[in-house]
């Protein structure tokens, strides 16, 4: 110990940066340490410059100056893009443009049971008038009216029938085109 040493403090106002930034390029090995918490000061200035002279080569010859720096000003990139691609999908739910998962396969299964109970029902309805037809053919034709008038139904009823306010935004789906409907068979009987 040649030298007159100086506190921490000192060394990180002159070298203008943080007494934990001293800290760390002291234990990385970049400056000098006299004595636990003091240094002497033209070592560790000429050991500092000699760093930074050294950075600025390894810049200019294309090599990576700080790859944690680099790091986080790409994860903050990353996150500031996920921030932003958050907000955009919120937005495009309120503006009616995008279904949340769970929305969409409630719709769906309540329109697979309501086709499910509305099919299965043809064959009660149609049964009884089907029997007295007085032929196949015209057994035919009073099942598919039954189908048909189903289909219909099914047809014009609306999203907000089946899922109430749980599906918003696809109010404007395509309706099926309308089905060409004429009685078949017997007429009905006068009551």
């Given at each position: 110990m040649s030298g007159v040493t100086y506190p921490v403090g000192t060394i990180s106002s002159l070298l203008?940066?943080?007494?934990?930034?001293?800290?760390?390029?002291?234990?990385?090995?970049?400056?000098?340490?006299?004595?636990?918490?003091?240094?002497?000061?033209?070592?560790?200035?000429?050991?500092?410059?000699?760093?930074l002279r050294e950075r600025?080569?390894?810049a200019d010859a294309g090599e990576l100056v700080d790859p944690d720096a680099l790091d986080l000003a790409a994860e903050r990139a990353r996150l500031a893009k996920?921030?932003?691609?958050?907000?955009?999908?919120k937005n495009a739910i309120l503006r009616r443009e995008l279904l949340l998962r769970d929305d969409v396969e409630a719709f769906?299964?309540?329109?697979?049971?309501?086709?499910?109970?509305?099919?299965?029902?043809?064959?009660?309805?149609?049964?009884?008038?089907?029997?007295?037809?007085?032929?196949t053919a015209e057994a035919e034709a009073v099942i598919r009216e039954a189908i048909y008038e189903a289909l219909?139904?099914?047809?014009?009823?609306?999203?907000?029938?089946?899922?109430g306010d749980a599906i918003v935004g696809v109010a404007d789906a395509e309706a099926p085109a309308e089905?060409?409907?004429k009685r078949v068979g017997r007429p009905r009987k006068a009551a």
């Open positions: 203008m940066l943080t007494d934990r930034r001293v800290a760390q390029l002291v234990k990385e090995g970049v400056l000098p340490r006299a004595e636990r918490g003091r240094y002497e000061l033209a070592p560790v200035v000429q050991a500092y410059i000699g760093y600025s080569i390894r996920e921030q932003a691609d958050g907000q955009e999908m769906i299964n309540s329109a697979n049971a309501r086709v499910r109970a509305r099919m299965l029902g043809v064959p009660s309805k149609a049964a009884p008038v089907a029997r007295t037809a007085g032929s219909l139904e099914l047809s014009q009823t609306s999203i907000e029938d089946m899922c089905v060409e409907r």
